[in-house]
């Protein structure tokens, strides 16, 4: 069965940080490109992170550039999100998924309607202060 799980999430003060998890199994995260997604209350989901199935090319959503860091371990089939100078507006429950259609070195936060699959359950970030 193909899946991925998401873990890592947590409450933390503005500032702080934290590392999200998605681990694959069923299936080898070197052969998808992989997105780290996230919804807050009452706002559409965005994408926020995103690694191409080579691993060349990562994509940021402007309001997370330079403040987090998409990086894979193929060893562990594992993508994690490194979430530094967390700020209020990043609470939210993210979640990653997978994405098999886009060439190697491509990825895309903004995708239609089912490009992405395989969604985790979700992992809730609060940054309060």
């Known amino acids: 069965q193909l899946q991925l799980v998401e873990s890592g999430g947590g409450s933390v003060q503005p500032g702080g940080s934290l590392r999200l998890t998605c681990a694959a199994s069923?299936?080898?995260?070197?052969?998808?490109?992989i997105g780290w997604f996230r919804q807050a209350p009452g706002k559409e989901r965005e994408g926020v992170a995103c690694?191409?199935?080579?691993?060349?090319?990562?994509k940021y959503v402007d309001s997370v550039k330079g403040r987090f860091t998409i990086y894979r371990d193929s060893d562990k089939n594992t993508v994690y999100l490194q979430m530094n100078s967390l700020e209020p507006e990043d609470t939210a429950v993210y979640y990653c998924?997978?994405?098999?259609?886009?060439?190697?070195?491509?990825?895309?936060?903004?995708?239609?309607?089912?490009?992405?699959?395989?969604w985790g359950q979700g992992t809730q970030v609060t940054v309060f202060s």
């Open positions: 069923g299936f080898t995260v070197d052969n998808y490109a």
């Open positions: 998924a997978g994405d098999w259609k886009s060439a190697p070195t491509f990825c895309q936060l903004v995708a239609p309607q089912g490009w992405y699959s395989n």
């Open positions: 690694i191409s199935r080579s691993g060349i090319t990562t």
